[in-house]
């Protein structure tokens, strides 16, 4: 069974940073790509940013291109999102999805069913 694991998130003011973490159990970490998504308040599931399943290809929504650093450790199974410069705009519940394929361009529309229970990012001066 699928599990994944989110944690790191909490209120910080415009500015500053924060760093996620997902720890997944159950599948062949390193066979899959891994994205990060987001649902703020009243909004639809925004796709974040992706990473293939070696870590050497990642993909970024324009909204956090040059903000945001996913990244990943197939020893630890886990992988990481880095928030900097956060905009109130960012505040969102962010989920780790797991990829159906290792491609990381494919993990930018295409997930397994599997949710975690998410880590809520509040950006609020």
Partial sequence: EVQLVESG?????PGGSLSLSCAA??????DYAMSWVRQAPGKGLEWVSAISGSGAISYY??????????????AKNT??????????EDTAMYYCRKGKNYYGKDARTAWDNAWGQGTQVTVSS
Avoid: E, M, P, W
């Fill in 9 to 13: 998130g909490g209120l910080v003011q």
């Fill in 25 to 30: 159990t159950g599948f062949t970490f390193s």
């Fill in 61 to 74: 929504a324009d909204s956090v291109k040059g903000r945001f650093t996913i990244s990943r450790d197939n």
């Fill in 79 to 88: 992988v990481y999102l880095q928030l900097n410069s956060l905009k109130t």
